[in-house]
């Protein structure tokens, strides 16, 4: 496809369940991001793929969030444990090169922990 | 403090109004500044780019910077209802290639 996509657009699941999220980058794009955007809230980075190099994981919350990355196409976004307040919207995000402006979003999960 | 702060609006104007929409930022360092435009069940789209102080315009568009007061403006002339999305701000951790995010400014232009 032209753009970024993720799957699945909507997931529902109960506290306490592992959940996997995914996004397919636009072909070509060395760099992902992932960011999580809770009701009312901007943007919060989570992690960043480039390359091969090992990713920044600065922004992951806690060690329930983890994130691979298959060479410089499909990542997965995984929660174990689901909280309820994992409940949000996931956005992952590629760029061409780093240094090159722009970050392309993709539509996003939203994930809703009963 | 909020590194990037945004007032969350909603900002309601009719359409043909001249939108102003800003945020404030309390990292000096900071000196590329974004601006994403989000509609509705969508990811954000980059709109603006811009890079220390100074006015870059871009159609109906003018982003602003001001690092004296470290204060970022987007401006929209002759407003849309197409317009009506959530208004992002952004600006780069320094030395990496982290963005940090306002909250977002939701504005609606009424026909």
């Known amino acids: 496809g032209a753009g970024v996509s993720q799957s699945p657009s909507n997931k529902v699941t109960e506290k306490g369940k592992d959940v996997e999220l995914r996004c397919d980058p636009i072909s070509g794009h060395t760099a992902l991001y992932w960011y999580r955007q809770r009701l009312g809230q901007g943007l919060e980075f989570l992690i960043y793929f480039q390359g091969n190099s090992a990713p920044d994981k600065s922004g992951l919350p806690s060690d329930r969030f983890s994130a691979e990355r298959t060479g410089e196409s499909v990542s997965t976004l995984t929660i174990q444990r689901t909280q309820q307040e994992d409940s949000a919207v996931y956005l992952c995000a590629s760029r061409l090169r780093v240094g090159q402006e722009t970050q392309y979003f993709g539509p996003g999960t939203r994930l809703l922990v009963l | 403090q909020k590194e990037v702060e945004q007032d969350p609006g909603p900002l309601s104007v009719p359409e043909g109004a001249i939108v102003s929409l800003n945020c404030t930022y309390s990292?000096?360092?900071?000196?590329?500044f974004m601006w994403y435009r989000q509609y509705s069940r969508k990811g954000p789209e980059l709109l603006m780019y811009?890079?220390?102080?100074g006015n870059k315009e871009d159609g109906r568009f003018t982003a602003q910077v001001d690092k004296s007061s470290k204060y970022i403006s987007l401006f929209i002339r002759d407003s849309q209802p197409s317009d009506s999305a959530t208004y992002l701000c952004?600006?780069?951790?320094?030395?990496?290639?982290?963005?940090?995010f306002g909250t977002g400014t939701r504005l609606q232009v009424f026909p």
């Open positions: 952004a600006s780069h951790f320094p030395n990496t290639d982290k963005l940090i």
């Open positions: 811009t890079y220390s102080s």
């Open positions: 990292n000096s360092a900071f000196q590329y």
